[in-house]
């Protein structure tokens, strides 16, 4: 998702988070599944199922707080320490791919077609017309500031750390043998 050209989360981030998430899930499903690790090998060196546990639970660990690092990183970029992600004008997407910028050249044009005239009707239809503008771009931005939340927080964060979670407790009470 991106802000202003500008991607919200760092490509480190959204790596770091997808191979926990795909590590994570993996852990879980090999134990929801009933997968045997006892003959588990890597680069032909047999591992014992506590062997591969630890390392696994390792792995996690390290890519858990590499997530943690790149998006602390990336959520204080996004707040007074990156200027590139703050626009020099109001420029963010709005529904229907036009720009908020636009929008208010848009509304700025209604007010200048404004002369000072004794029709009241058309005053009040341009009047009009200029607050449905903005209660669309205000209605726009609040999709988007919640949507951008789910993404920085949920889908960056919370996911794979919930799934790490899971995983990491699943390793604790063991990998199954048969």
Not at 86 to 104: D, S, T, Y
Not at 111 to 129: A, F, M, Y
Request: charge should be neutral; charged fraction near 15%; hydrophobic fraction near 50%.
């Amino acid at each position: 998702m991106n802000y202003a050209g500008k991607p919200l989360l760092s490509k480190e981030t959204v790596i770091s988070g997808r191979t926990l998430l795909v590590l994570s899930v993996s852990v879980c499903l090999s134990v929801l599944l009933d997968i045997d690790v006892s003959t588990f090998s890597f680069l032909g060196i047999e591992l014992a199922p506590a062997q591969l546990s630890s390392a696994l639970h390792w792995v996690i660990v390290v890519l858990w707080v590499s997530l943690l690092v790149h998006w602390f990183g990336d959520l204080s970029s996004l707040g007074q320490w990156n200027s590139a992600m703050v626009p020099k004008k109001a420029e963010a997407r709005i529904g229907g791919g036009g720009k908020l910028v636009g929008e208010f050249e848009t509304a700025i044009g209604y007010l200048r077609g404004i002369e000072p005239t004794k029709d009241v009707k058309r005053l009040q239809s341009t009047v009009d017309v200029i607050e449905k503008k903005f209660d669309e771009m205000v209605s726009n931005r609040w999709w988007h500031e919640r949507l951008s939340i789910f993404y920085v927080v949920g889908w960056g964060f919370a996911v794979p750390t919930v799934m790490a979670i899971l995983a990491s407790l699943t390793l604790y009470f063991g990998l199954k043998v048969a």
